[in-house]
């Protein structure tokens, strides 16, 4: 009953009084300074650094690197069998492709396991995962058991921001990337991510009690790379029932973006998935996105999710799916990227 009240006074009250997103999104970045780890902050519970490449070919079709800092203090994020001796201290790395068992997942205590320079400009996890920033160019380095992974990026200033609030940032920048994945060359558009997050996690070494979490319980992030020059970002996440953000980002080179809030999305067919802690969640088998602008229909799209779903997105999972549909009226088709946690009960 606490989680409920407090998620409707986040998400139905404070939220929509404070968040800058889509006014953000409609704007070049110009703060590149807010992209450090607080790695030692009592104030920024969690950072987030990642790297997202949708549409590669066969058999890769994606390559992902997800990295959390520091416990979030929320329920669909935290993973406390993983905590380190101060759970501000837990920080964990997800890299995966779709081929074979490239998949690498692991926990990380920071204090004794990792470098981050507290500008940003280097981060290190362990001897498997290097991420250097020096806008515009951000090169990640991975060496994982069963597949390397090497990007250079040339990040744009076309940002698109889930949520911009005093308690929360999170955005994503066009990034065009070249690189190798195990020894493969590959090139096309990615993202570079960051997101920085205030909880009361910040204030105690011990794992925030599960009663205590943030009750986001629903989240899915999906990327659609329709051509070499369009890119869309499709959110949808909730807590207990109520969004907190379901939005589509286009994004074109070289154009401003457009961020759009009439957005629906269906899951038509599903199943249920169990972890190795033996906890169940329902995935998607068949979905379905609508996008609107006013009386004109942006993007409809139908995916079926037909990759290995890779887990350690915090609770969840991430993997690939083949859609079909049309974008402004022009048939379109491909391979997409997704994440998705579902918590709800």
């Not at 390559?63 to 920080?91: K, Y």
């Not at 079926?304 to 379109?332: F, K």
């Amino acid at each position: 009953m606490i989680s409920t009240l407090l998620s409707r006074a986040v998400v139905d009250g404070a939220l929509p009084l404070l968040d800058r997103r889509i006014e953000a999104s409609r704007r070049p970045f110009d703060q590149p300074e807010i992209l450090r780890p607080h790695a030692t902050s009592k104030v920024w519970a969690t950072t987030h650094y990642g790297v997202f490449v949708p549409d590669l070919p066969e058999p890769y079709r994606y390559v992902n690197t997800m990295t959390l800092i520091g416990a979030a203090g929320a329920e669909l994020f935290d993973q406390d069998h993983l905590s380190a001796a101060d759970a501000r201290n837990t920080t964990t790395v997800l890299s995966s492709t779709a081929y074979a068992d490239q998949h690498f997942y692991r926990a990380y205590d920071a204090s004794r396991e990792c470098r981050f320079a507290a500008d940003g400009s280097e981060l290190r996890w362990g001897d498997e995962l290097a991420i250097d920033v020096d806008l515009p160019r951000v090169t990640v380095r991975g060496r994982y058991p069963g597949f390397d992974v090497d990007l250079e990026l040339e990040v744009s200033d076309q940002v698109s921001y889930f949520v911009k609030t005093p308690i929360y940032d999170h955005l994503s920048l066009t990034a065009p990337y070249t690189g190798t994945v195990d020894g493969d060359p590959v090139e096309g558009v990615g993202t570079f991510e960051y997101a920085r997050i205030r909880s009361h996690q910040a204030l105690t070494r011990r794992a925030m009690p599960t009663a205590l979490k943030l009750p986001i319980d629903f989240f899915t992030y999906q990327i659609i790379d329709i051509d070499p020059t369009t890119q869309i970002l499709l959110t949808d996440v909730r807590a207990r029932g109520h969004i907190a953000c379901r939005l589509a980002h286009v994004r074109r080179l070289g154009e401003p973006a457009e961020v759009y809030d009439d957005v629906l999305m269906d899951v038509i067919e599903s199943r249920r998935v169990v972890d190795d802690r033996g906890r169940a969640m329902t995935v998607p088998v068949l979905l379905k996105w609508t996008v609107r602008d006013g009386e004109d229909e942006v993007l409809t799209i139908d995916g079926s999710v037909d990759s290995e779903l890779r887990y350690g997105h915090g609770r969840g999972y991430v993997g690939a799916y083949t859609y079909l549909g049309s974008y402004r009226s022009q048939p379109v088709a491909g391979s997409a990227y997704l994440e998705w946690i579902d918590t709800q009960p």
